[in-house]
């Protein structure tokens, strides 16, 4: 089974640079495979805990070397709910990369644990009659906990 390493989030910062050097960026440093995946940028100012700043993946196995170029470059640039990440940030930005291994279907909504699974929630907007969805990674439910964990102890 194919992990997330940090030669691979490093791949990702490389990408980036070198699309704003106009360049190609190195070779990666791990192996191919192919698997979902997703990209997370996040940016630390001030001694501030990191905000989210772009995070997009597929759901659809990809070449992982192609996935995460493509991806850094996405999650950077093109996550709608951000202006793009620009070239004085870099020294402030973090990314993590997930690959996405042994889905299963839940028995229902209790069956997952948090830090462990991960959440793909469809559902019908009743408003506009339309078929949506999200994606919540393993590390976002454990945050989220922990942040709830905190606020209680206030």
């Not at 019908?124 to 454990?142: G, I, K, M």
Request: aromatic share 10%.
């Amino acid at each position: 089974m194919v992990v997330a390493t940090e030669e691979m989030a490093v791949y990702c910062f490389d990408t980036l640079i070198a699309h704003y050097n106009d360049e190609q960026p190195p070779p990666p440093a791990f192996e191919e495979g192919v698997h979902p995946l997703f990209v997370t940028w996040k940016k630390a100012t001030n001694g501030s805990e990191p905000r989210l700043r772009g995070c997009i993946g597929t759901l659809e196995p990809r070449q992982i070397v192609s996935g995460f170029k493509d991806y850094a470059l996405t999650s950077a640039l093109r996550d709608r709910r951000f202006s793009p990440i620009q070239p004085k940030e870099l020294p402030y930005l973090e990314c993590a990369v997930s690959i996405l291994t042994e889905y299963e279907t839940a028995l229902n909504h209790l069956d997952w644990e948090v830090g462990k699974h991960g959440l793909i929630i469809e559902f019908t907007d009743p408003d506009y009659n339309v078929r949506r969805s999200a994606t919540y990674l393993p590390e976002v439910a454990a945050h989220e906990a922990g942040r709830l964990d905190n606020t209680r102890d206030c």
